[in-house]
C-alpha cells in the first residue's frame, strides 16, 4: 500500500518552482582545508586563483540553528526543501556546467529552485525525488549550473536481498585507490558543515537507519573523481555528470576503494568501485575546447 496519497504528494509538488537566493565570499581558508584533507601539497591559495572544480561545496553551507536541526542531523524539512514523509535521505547524483571559472576573492550569489519533485517506485520500495538548480554568478555574470539530485527512502527491509553489483564496462587508465576511513569522513563532514549523522555516528546509521557503517558521502566520491582528472591533465572541465550506483561504507577493515578513470577524446568515463570491483558512482566529464 502507498505510504503516499495524492493530497500528501500534491502538497509536496507545492515546493516545485520555490527559490532561494544567497550570497557568499570564496575564501581561502577551506581551500586550504581542502588541499590536505586530499593530501595535495598546493601552493598557498592567492585571490584570483581559479577554484578547482565541485570545491564551491565548501561555501554556501548550511547554517540552521541547533535548535532546527532534525534527529537525523539534517535540518528539519519542511524549510526550502519540502517535508518529505520517507527517512533515508542521500544525495543520489548531479550535472554541472561550467561558464566561467569561479576564483577566490569572488563575490558569489547563488540562486536556488527546485525544478521538480517526483514520486516513483523502486526495487526497495517507494522514492521521492527532488530535483534543484542551482545558478552561481559573480560580478562577471553567470559561472556555473548545477541540478543536484537528491532522493528519499524508505526505512530497510531486513529481509530484502542486496542488489546485484554492477561491473566497469570501462578500462581505468587512471587510477588512485583510497580508504575511506572515518577520519577522512569526518574531515569532509566539518569541511562542508555536513551534519547529517550516517556520516560519522555509528551507532545512529546501524541501528536506526539499519547500514552496516559509516556511509561515504556521495559529494566526496565525486570530488575523488575529478580530483583524479586534476592530479593528470591541467585542463579546465566544461561539465560533469555523475550518478551514485551503490552506496559504499567506511573501510574500518582497511579495504580499498578505487578511483578510475578512461580518457576518451574530449570525454574522459569515470568512476568508483569498491573492493568488489562493483561500481559505486559512475560518471561522464567533458574538457573545455
Known amino acids: 500500500m502507498s505510504l503516499l496519497d495524492a493530497a500528501t504528494l500534491t502538497h509536496l509538488q507545492s515546493w516545485q518552482g520555490k527559490t532561494e537566493t544567497r550570497h557568499d565570499s570564496l ?21 584570483g586563483d581559479v577554484l578547482p572544480p565541485l570545491w564551491h561545496w565548501l561555501y554556501f553551507l548550511p547554517v540552521a540553528r541547533h535548535s532546527e536541526i532534525g534527529p537525523d542531523g539534517h535540518p528539519k524539512r519542511g524549510g526550502f526543501l519540502p517535508p518529505m514523509p520517507l527517512p533515508r535521505r542521500m544525495w543520489a547524483g548531479g550535472r554541472l556546467r561550467w561558464h566561467r571559472p569561479l576564483q577566490l576573492g569572488d563575490e558569489v550569489q547563488r540562486v536556488s529552485s527546485i525544478e521538480r519533485v517526483q514520486h516513483k ?12 538548480l542551482h545558478r552561481y554568478s559573480n560580478g562577471h555574470g553567470l ?21 546485484p553489483g554492477l561491473k566497469p564496462v570501462h578500462q581505468a587508465v587512471w587510477q588512485r585507490n583510497i580508504v575511506p576511513d ?23 546509521v546501524t541501528q ?12 566526496l566520491m565525486a570530488t575523488l573523481l575529478v580530483d583524479l582528472l586534476r592530479r593528470h591533465s591541467p585542463r579546465f572541465l566544461q561539465s ?13 577493515d582497511r579495504r580499498v ?28 566529464a567533458h574538457w573545455k575546447p
Open 121 to 132: 517506485t523502486g526495487r526497495s520500495g517507494e522514492l521521492l525525488f527532488v530535483q534543484v
Open 143 to 163: 559561472c556555473l549550473e548545477e541540478t543536484h539530485d537528491i532522493v528519499y527512502r524508505p526505512a530497510p527491509d531486513a529481509t530484502a536481498a542486496p542488489a
Open 240 to 252: 560533469f555528470e555523475f550518478k551514485a550506483v551503490k552506496p559504499v561504507f567506511e573501510c574500518a
Open 27 to 47: 575564501g581561502m581558508s577551506p581551500v586550504r582545508a581542502m588541499s590536505a584533507t586530499l593530501d595535495h601539497e598546493d601552493a598557498e591559495p592567492l585571490d
Open 182 to 204: 572515518d577520519v577522512l569522513l569526518f574531515r569532509y563532514s566539518a569541511l562542508t558543515f555536513n551534519s547529517h549523522r550516517i556520516h560519522y555516528d555509528r551507532r545512529y
Open 257 to 284: 576503494l578505487s578511483v578510475c578513470a578512461q580518457p576518451d577524446g574530449e570525454q574522459v568515463h569515470a568512476w568508483v568501485q569498491d573492493h568488489l570491483g562493483d561500481v559505486c558512482m559512475q560518471a561522464t
Open 208 to 219: 536506526v537507519e539499519g547500514y552496516p557503517g559509516l556511509i561515504v558521502h556521495g559529494p
